[in-house]
């Protein structure tokens, strides 16, 4: 059984969750790819338990995350049984319901059937008796959003999960999910958007000043735009990218155009002035804006997730960077 390390908790900034009592590491490992079956099991396990040394106490996952769908949730099932069942009451793990997971009407969206049936596999799966956090993880607008609302809201009083949040919802659906739980008896922690320097809709579209005025955490995914922002893609597509990938149907070559090439070279050359890869620029910008509690991470080898925590070396900007991050991102 792991051993982790006994300075972590000197490593890792930790801010607290909107107006809740709870808190998160400034990054919190997600799981989405490259934690199922797709990997061999002890390269998971190692980027796992290297997290956990540095400081990272929040694991993200869905019901559906690995390939097949499910695997990440067994994978880290038995590295909690393994090696983190000693210290279960230092991490916080999420998961979520909502996409496509089983065959017929009910392994999908958001019906009472599919969310109460995904928490009991999804805690089977992870060897848990709760989750700290439980998402629906998208908009269903064929479900009355009172039904999955109270649902979520039963699942905490049902003890299988302490707190539950929202992904990829609009700031006026967020705010009525809200009301709604609140009537419960219920708040609402955090919502999980994706958010990046390349997608900024979080901010535009009024959810980021919607969750604040709520007292709701927000923690956005595809951070670096699905690896846009890793600056992988400034001069050519790697043969071994998620871009040249058949199977990724999120991105594309037709997504690299010479307008974000540029882009990219000017963010790449502030990056390089702070010191920083462009990837821990985007990583620190967004750890920095408005309403961010904590970012989810993602990563494919040990050796990116020791860049991306480097980027926790540097979290403060000027001015006139921001400035100039801004008139490149508006160009």
């Not at 079956?37 to 690995?66: C, M, Q, S």
Request: proline residues 4%; charged residues 30%; glycine residues 8%.
């Amino acid at each position: 059984m792991d051993k982790p390390a006994k300075d972590r908790y000197e490593k890792m900034p930790y801010n607290r969750v909107g107006r809740s009592g709870l808190k998160l590491p400034q990054l919190s490992l997600g799981l989405w790819q490259n934690f199922g079956e797709e990997k061999p099991y002890e390269e998971v396990r190692k980027i796992i338990l290297k997290a956990f040394d540095n400081g990272i106490t929040h694991f993200d996952l869905a019901n559906n995350y690995g390939r097949p769908a499910g695997s990440a949730e067994r994978n880290f099932g038995r590295i909690m049984r393994e090696d983190l069942a000693p210290y279960r009451d230092e991490l916080i793990i999420s998961t979520k319901a909502g996409f496509g997971m089983w065959e017929g009407p009910y392994g999908d969206l958001g019906s009472r059937k599919h969310l109460m049936a995904s928490i009991d596999q999804s805690l089977e799966r992870l060897n848990l008796d709760y989750v700290d956090i439980f998402y629906h993880h998208r908009p269903d607008y064929d479900t009355p959003l009172e039904e999955t609302m109270k649902a979520l809201a039963d699942i905490v009083k049902q003890g299988k999960a302490l707190y539950v949040g929202i992904s990829n919802y609009p700031a006026e659906r967020a705010r009525r999910a809200i009301k709604i739980l609140r009537g419960h008896g219920v708040k609402m922690l955090i919502t999980q958007p994706h958010f990046s320097m390349l997608d900024r809709w979080v901010q535009t579209e009024g959810l980021a000043d919607a969750m604040i005025d709520e007292g709701v955490g927000i923690i956005p995914f595809s951070i670096l735009s699905q690896g846009l922002l890793t600056g992988k893609y400034i001069d050519k597509i790697p043969e071994d990218s998620r871009v040249a990938d058949p199977d990724v149907w999120f991105l594309s070559e037709d997504n690299i155009t010479e307008d974000l090439r540029d882009k990219l070279k000017k963010l790449q050359t502030i990056a390089e002035k702070r010191g920083q890869s462009l990837a821990q620029m985007a990583i620190a910008w967004t750890c920095v804006q408005k309403g961010i509690t904590s970012v989810l991470i993602g990563v494919s080898k040990l050796s990116q997730l020791e860049n991306n925590l480097e980027a926790l070396e540097n979290l403060s900007f000027s001015k006139d960077e921001l400035d100039a991050i801004d008139r490149i991102l508006n160009a």
